[in-house]
């Protein structure tokens, strides 16, 4: 087999396990077998449709059974998956399609009128899959996404050109100019990756089927992913569950409900829940705080998170209600899996923002040398090992984050960290002031960008500062222009007319000047030091 390839594996496991679940949304219950047949359908219509090998597939979804199951339908297919932001506006789309090649979409009908306002400003897209949410009907450019696979059968669909592990996963992340990039993974590195966690010698051995079928013997975890499967944290860490012969469990809500999130861990016996920090951890202890005796969690062993800050009063908090659990804080980013981790028991709690370094990581200073264990000197972190090939067409990109030290590879995405005696990292955050808002990735510049359309606003810097519900709360610094009336839910609302509603801001603070340098640059701690101080926030 030349190289893993996740529709090869979960083919494997659909043989070893056909009866077990696969999926679980609600009612709807998937077993392995029809996981694997209706793939073939969705595999079979996106051949249909005149592909070539590596074009691009987005999943335009909420969490669903569709969502893997059409990743599934375009592996099989030796097509590209490619993740989309359901909270995107038309241009922010347009981008993202154009970007990525895209001709394939599969979208929720609830996004078919945005669909339809910008469907001639993506010619390439050759192929709309329609998954009814009861939003209406099916659209006449349209194909039902359950026509399709139901039309699969047992037999294993892959185009002419076969499959191996340098087929690409495409995980579309936000970029340093906020504009999103095509974060590159071959298959069989992110495999041996993320499942070389679960099957050791799935890393550093041959892509063996053989170990799969060792591997899986029954059903394996039940894992939820409480966040969004198009980022991710809420992807990978399924990937990893499927892998293993598991089910994944989806929230029916499209909001975080905590009381649901409850019940079906309950119901459901889950295992495993992928989350976002304190944005969810707080509202889970919250609600298992007052109603200590109403869930049996029991079954939940591991509670996992990447990205955001997880603080250590969190996550002892819910250790509280569920002494069993392993709560994995993991220090990583879509372009560098693996940096660091944080893990608390009840038995052993850390410190917020210290992690363990991976087998893999250095930390590297500016001028190319080793950050000394305690030394005080502040350096980027670099993770080798398996690690993405690059950023999908832009080579410059590419080169500055993906570099050879000592001769070997590493992707350096931009985190700064010191180096304990111990050899643990403390983060310090990322060097391109990157605002991490409800685990959404928002870059200043572009919201910078929007608020400075506003017809009065003369200069303006994004911010984000410390928040219960949101981790980090988007907060604009705005000069107006002189005699200029400051209308703050104005300019609000004028972002929100711009961009996703997740980017805008959640105040805006009036300033008698933004104060830049003759370069045109802002001190963002300075700014974020004066915003804190007028919204009697504490950054320390």
Known sequence: MPGWNFADVWETVAHQVPDAPAQVHGDRRITWAEFDRRANGVARALLDAGVEEQDKV??????????????????????????????YLDDELVYLWDNGDVVAVVFHGSFAERIEGIRTRVPMVRLWLWVDDGAGGCPAWATPYETAAEAGTSEAVEGPWGRNGDHLLLLYT???????????????????????????????????????????????????????????TGCFTQLIVLSGGGCTVTLQSRNLDIEELFDTVEREGVNTIAIVGDAFAKPMVRALDANPNRWDISSLVIISSSGVMFSEGAKQALLGHQSKLMIIDAFSSSEALGMGQSVSTAAGASVTA??????????????GRLVEPGSGETGRVAVGGFQPIGYYKDEAKSAATFIMFEGQRYSVPGDYATV????????LGRGSVCINTGGEKVYPEEVEEALKTYATVADAVAVGLPDEKFGEAITAVVEILPGAAFEESAIISHVKGKLAAYKAPKRVLLIGTIGRAP??????????????????????
């Open 174 to 232: 936000g970029g340093t100019t906020g504009m999103p990039k095509g974060v590159m993974w071959r298959q069989d590195d992110l495999f041996r990756t993320l499942v070389g966690s679960l099957v050791p010698d799935a890393r550093t051995g041959d892509a063996d089927l053989q170990l799969i079928r060792d591997q899986v013997q029954g059903p394996g975890l039940v894992g939820m992913p409480a966040c969004p499967l198009m980022h991710g």
């Open 420 to 427: 304990d005696a111990d050899g643990s990292l403390t983060l």
């Open 58 to 87: 987005a999943q335009y979804l909420y969490n669903g059974v569709e969502y893997l199951e059409s990743m599934f339908g375009a592996f099989k297919a030796g097509l590209a998956p490619i993740n989309t932001n359901y909270r």
């Open 354 to 367: 210290k992690f363990t370094v991976g087998p893999f990581t250095k930390v590297i200073t500016d001028d």
């Open 519 to 540: 370069n045109g640059k802002v001190d963002y701690q300075r700014l974020k030091g004066w915003a804190a101080e007028q919204m009697g926030v504490d950054t320390t």
